[in-house]
């Protein structure tokens, strides 16, 4: 790994974990795991109201950040509470009692894991604790304000396996008759509920970030010939944007997800205006972290503009800056900062995209306007778990679409009119049943269904939601209902290259591989810096066109991009069947089943929809003859 991908710091940190969960599961192992898992979907939603993140969730046991030892205290002191008035309610004996520990010390964050040492200690401090109830570190005790109405045992020094010096220990519960501290989060949103009016345009663009991510993977797929005159408006004759990363200024790793996201809704929300042309967000991050030569990447792109700027975000503290750039003198045409707090992030997001429309002297339609204008959310809590979920879906694992899916889940439980989150949820459930991940997937197909259909029925104005809709129905083989929901998507953001990607795919799914290429083609005029996806659909509609030659000369450039794309290296491997390259294929299909060994012909033909029997049979044969099992 990388030392750019790992950073340490000094954090609060709290594990929990379910007392005697073995002899649980023992006496009924259904019941048990649907109780604990209950149990840890709660406590998450808890610790973020307390300001914490949940960093893992896994069987019994749950690990989580803060960053003031008073929050992870009054964060546990809830849990066990919530925990006791949970058990009161059940009359067997399959009721999980938790112990939580929370400790100081430094942590080391690696992607999206968490180590080192103050994760060790909290765990450690766990183990001392009785069923239900909290011991703390003491250094972590020091920390804490004596206003806080917190009664505290001295459980005297242990030595821990570990640590070289013993460690003292408290225990903490609630002073009698005191309530349990709210957060200042909490407090804030209330005000945030009563100011939503204010805040219904900028939350449109606080959805707008997120979903670029997500979209632009490689599955997501449809397509209409309508819809291609649609898009193909005159790119030269109007203005062009690129929206470059903004800058993390908050020395602190882990918002990079936060920053992104306000860089990809900036981006989304531009995306809908129709005369405008925005460049796509994987093409704009390629200059990620590079120092930047603004007239040359305006000469590699091809726009007339740049915005660049940064974000820092300490505790509940917001600083947006952010500056649009004449590409051809260099010159500012508009700069501003904004110090807001977090509440107010979809307020500044809003901000910049009017005054970017101003500044460019863009005459909006009635139909941007009201796209402009639509809320999404109002819940910052809500967005900032949007964003971390985002963030985990983007890395394609096992365990980070499960964690993407918890962060999905608890956005809606924030703000059940949450319509982005629905949509995102539906598109990473789906996901994980193309992955093999689920193994329902009946009962998968229809629940996801069930939330992209939720999604649109709360927002009819959002290109995501519609996005997702298409993704859903393409994987229920109802391929014309896809197209029409991709087609939607792209009247409301003419922009949006990912849309043109969906279609392209559900066009290659319904044989139509001339129609594929051709939307492609539009996408890369907005993605110049196109993912691999977008050579794994052009490698699709050659071999669909049986030019295998051509389709794996694009399918290894797919790999050369990622190479763990594995729809790329199945299609790959049937394309060198089809130039009679057999020992190739053999070794391409060796490759995706050291990846994943539950792939075989009869788990592609359940979860792949293609529309064409005749070419879904042509790509079995093919995949049997590279070896892939039954």
Known sequence: MSEEQLSSKLAVILHADVAGSTMLVRENEQLAHERIQDTFRCFSKIIVEHQGRVHELRGDALLAEFERASDAVSAALEMQATQRDYNK????????????????????????????????????????????????????????????????????????????????????????????????????????????????????????????????????????????EHTAVQLSDIPSIAVLPFI???????????????????????????????????????????????????????????????????????????????????QNIWAERFDKQLDDVFKVQDDVTQSIVSSLSIQLTEQDKEVLTQPTTSSFTAYDLFLQGQSSGNERTKESNLQAQNAYQMAIEFDPAYARAYGALAVTLMRALAAGYIEYPEETKERALDLALKAVELDTKSQHVFWSLGFVYLYHEQYEKAAEAVRTALIIAPSYADGLGLLALINNRMGHAEESIKLIDK????????????????????????????????????????????????????????????????????????????????????????????????????????????
Request: aromatic share 8%.
């Open 89 to 228: 309610k059940i009359d067997d004996n399959i009721k999980p009692e938790v112990r939580v520990g929370v400790a100081l010390g430094e942590v080391i964050i690696a992607d999206s894991t968490i180590t080192g040492a103050g994760v060790v200690l909290s765990q450690r401090l766990e183990q001392l604790s009785k069923p239900g109830g909290v011991v703390i570190q003491g250094a972590a005790y020091e920390t804490i304000p004596e206003r806080f109405p917190f009664e505290y045992k001295n459980r005297g020094d242990h030595q821990v396996k570990g640590f070289d010096e013993s460690i003292r220990a408290y225990e903490v519960t609630l002073s009698e008759g005191k309530p349990i501290p709210s957060s200042q989060a909490i407090s804030r949103q209330k005000s945030l509920k009563i100011s939503r009016n204010l805040l219904a345009g900028a939350a449109v663009l606080l959805a707008v970030v997120v979903t670029i991510s997500l979209w632009l993977k490689p599955w997501e797929v449809h397509n209409e010939p309508a819809l291609i």
């Open 248 to 330: 993390n200024i908050s020395n602190n790793p882990e918002q990079e997800y936060f920053v992104d996201g306000i860089t990809e809704d900036i981006i989304t929300d531009l995306s809908r205006i129709s005369k405008l042309r925005v460049l796509a967000r994987n093409t704009s991050f390629r200059y990620k972290g590079q120092t930047i030569d603004l007239k040359k990447i305006a000469n590699e792109l091809d726009v007339s503009h740049i915005l660049e700027g940064s974000v820092r975000r300490t505790g509940n503290d917001l600083r947006i800056t952010s500056r649009l750039i004449d590409a051809t003198s260099g």
């Open 523 to 630: 996408a890369i005029l907005l993605n110049p810096y196109y993912s691999w996806d977008y050579l794994y659909n052009l490698g699709w509609a050659h071999y669909t066109l049986e030019n295998y030659e051509k389709a794996a000369e694009f399918l290894q450039r797919a790999l050369e991009r990622n190479e763990n794309a594995r729809p790329a290296r199945l299609l790959l491997a049937a394309s060198f069947v089809g130039l009679n390259r057999l020992e190739d294929a053999e070794w391409e299909i060796e490759e995706v089943l050291s990846q994943n060994q539950m792939m075989s012909i009869t788990f592609l033909s359940r979860v792949l929809p293609f529309a064409n029997e005749d070419k879904m049979n042509a790509y079995m044969t093919h995949l049997r003859q590279a070896g892939l099992p039954e």
